[in-house]
């Protein structure tokens, strides 16, 4: 089936620093990737959709600056916080859709990032 | 807009008994609909899904969910619970309109009792 790896799982950075997280299809190609941003016990807020070899569509209230996305390949999509604070401390996860949609969203298991 | 409610904020089961998740749904097309587990620190796990076809979906661990159009609902059900079920629910809609993006519903946090 349909796999989705996200890297790394876990990071704890300085304040002011950048931090890049990556999310790969493994055995399919992913037109469409999303991020996601989960805070302690609550639900998922769809922070960004990146589409192979385009921009990447924000979603109201993200900084597009802060959080930059990329998905230069039909496999890989990665999101950089740049000049992270501890306000950012939180659980990003990422999906992908496949070419077409025959697995439907496939999620990665999570990056746990700390900002100290 | 498309968006999801989980009415139960927390549900507690006996191990052994069934369960029934709630999940209601608004979306203006035909609708994709999932369910996914998450246990403490970790990703989402897909326990299933349905796009279209037979109403009454089968998903991984014993769980089956039924979509059901006329009340806007994709409950999640399973007949009989063991301790490894308690986890967090999530309830999610996408589809081809709106980009394809997934909304999800606030979840439902499953404790099962010995």
């Known amino acids: 089936g349909a796999v989705v790896s996200q890297h790394p799982s876990w990071v704890i950075c300085k304040s002011g620093t950048s931090v890049k997280i990556e999310c790969r299809s493994l055995?399919?190609?992913?037109?469409?990737m999303f991020w996601y941003r989960q805070f302690p016990k609550q639900s998922l807020m769809l922070m960004a959709t990146s589409n192979e070899g385009s921009k990447a569509t924000y979603e109201q209230g993200v900084e597009k600056d802060k959080f930059l996305i990329n998905h230069a390949s039909l496999t890989l999509s990665t999101l950089t916080v740049t000049s992270a604070h501890p306000e950012d401390s939180s659980f990003y996860i990422c999906?992908?859709?496949?070419?077409?949609?025959?697995?439907?969203?496939?999620f990665g298991s999570g990056t746990r990032l700390t900002v100290v | 807009a498309q968006s999801v409610t989980q009415p139960d904020i927390h549900i507690t089961v006996s191990e052994g008994a069934s369960l029934e998740l709630r999940c209601n749904y608004s979306?203006?097309?035909?609708?994709?609909l999932f369910w996914y587990v998450q246990s403490p620190g970790q990703g989402l796990q897909l326990l299933l899904k349905y796009f279209s076809g037979d109403t009454l979906v089968q998903g991984i661990k014993g769980f089956e969910a039924e979509f059901k159009r006329s009340q806007s609902s994709f409950n999640l059900r399973k007949p009989s619970v063991h301790w490894s079920d308690a986890a967090e629910y999530f309830c999610?809609?996408?589809?081809?309109?709106?980009?394809?993006?997934?909304?999800f519903g606030d979840g439902t946090t499953l404790t099962v009792k010995p």
């Open positions: 979306y203006g097309a035909t609708p994709y």
């Open positions: 999906s992908a859709r496949d070419l077409e949609g025959a697995y439907g969203y496939t």
């Open positions: 999610a809609v996408a589809g081809n309109t709106n980009a394809g993006k997934s909304t």
């Open positions: 055995d399919f190609q992913a037109t469409t």
